[in-house]
C-alpha cells in the first residue's frame, strides 16, 4: 500500500477564483490520478497525472478547467480553476506502482479534499 | 469504456445478519475487479480484488467476493455483519491491459446494533 496525503482536507472559497490540491506520497510511484466525487454520486476520474509531461485527460475535463503538475514521483497538484458552485465536490488523489506483477497493481486513496464553492 | 452497475442504494441490517451486495459490469474482455469500503469520516480502502485464479476471493474483516464470469458480476458477501460495518461500499472494474476505474455508484451499508 502506500500513505497519501492531500492539502487542504477541505475548503470554502468564493466563485471565480482557483484552489490548488496538494497530493504527496511517502514512496515514488508510477502512476497518479485525479477524481471528483459530487455530492451523492460515485467517483468520476478526471486525469491521470504523468510524470515530466502533460496530464491526460478524460472525456469531459480540460486542461484550462483542471491544470495538473507531477513534478515528481511522489507529488502532484490539481488546480479547479474559476470555480463555480457546480465544482462543490470531493478531490481525491489516488496512487498506483507497477511492479511486473500484475496482482500487485492496485490503486490507493487518499483523504480526499472536500471543496465548498459560494 | 466499462460501466458498473451496483443495484442497492442503501441496505439497512440487524446486526449478525447477512450482506451481499450486487455489482454487474459491462465489458467483454478481461477485466480486474474491486471492491472497496469508505468508513464514516475515513477515506476509501480496499476490500479485495481479483485478478485472476479462483474467482472466490477473501478480503479483509471477513469479506468476500464471487466472480461469475458468464453473469459480469462479482458480488461482495459476509456471512454476519457487525455494526462496525455501516460504510459506503464501492464497486470498480478496469480492462486487465488499463489503469482506468470505473466505479460503481457505491451502496451504503446501515448496520443496527
Known amino acids: 500500500s502506500a500513505v497519501i496525503s492531500q492539502k487542504p482536507s477541505r475548503d470554502i472559497c468564493q466563485r471565480g477564483t482557483s484552489l490548488t490540491i496538494q497530493c504527496q506520497v511517502d514512496?515514488?510511484?508510477?502512476?497518479m490520478f485525479w477524481y471528483r466525487q459530487q455530492p451523492g454520486q460515485s467517483l468520476t476520474l478526471i486525469a491521470t497525472a504523468n510524470q515530466g509531461s502533460e496530464a491526460t485527460y478524460e472525456s469531459g475535463f480540460v486542461i484550462d478547467k483542471f491544470p495538473i503538475s507531477r513534478p515528481n514521483l511522489t507529488f502532484s497538484t490539481l488546480t479547479v480553476s474559476n470555480m463555480s458552485p457546480e465544482d462543490s465536490s470531493i478531490y481525491l488523489c489516488?496512487?498506483?506502482?507497477?511492479?511486473?506483477?500484475?496482482?500487485?497493481?492496485?490503486?490507493?486513496f487518499g483523504p480526499g479534499t472536500r471543496l465548498l464553492v459560494l | 469504456a466499462q460501466s458498473v452497475s451496483q443495484h442497492n442504494h442503501h441496505v439497512i441490517l440487524s446486526e449478525a445478519a447477512s450482506l451481499e451486495l450486487g455489482c454487474n459490469y459491462s465489458?467483454?474482455?478481461?477485466?480486474?475487479l474491486f471492491w472497496y469500503v469508505q468508513y464514516p469520516g475515513q477515506h476509501l480502502q480496499l476490500l479485495l480484488k481479483?485478478?485472476?485464479?479462483?474467482?472466490l476471493v477473501k478480503g479483509i474483516k471477513g469479506f468476500e467476493a464471487e466472480f461469475i464470469k458468464s453473469k459480469f458480476s462479482f458480488n461482495l458477501r459476509k456471512p454476519s455483519v457487525q455494526w462496525s460495518d455501516t460504510a459506503e461500499y464501492f464497486c470498480?472494474?478496469?480492462?486487465?491491459?488499463?489503469?482506468?476505474?470505473?466505479f460503481g455508484a457505491g451502496t451504503t451499508v446501515t448496520v443496527r446494533a
Open positions: 489516488s496512487v498506483e506502482r507497477t511492479s511486473g506483477r500484475a496482482e500487485d497493481e492496485t490503486q490507493y
Open positions: 481479483y485478478f485472476s485464479g479462483d474467482p
Open positions: 470498480a472494474v478496469r480492462a486487465s491491459n488499463d489503469y482506468k476505474l470505473s
Open positions: 514512496s515514488q510511484v508510477t502512476m
Open positions: 465489458y467483454g474482455g478481461t477485466v480486474n
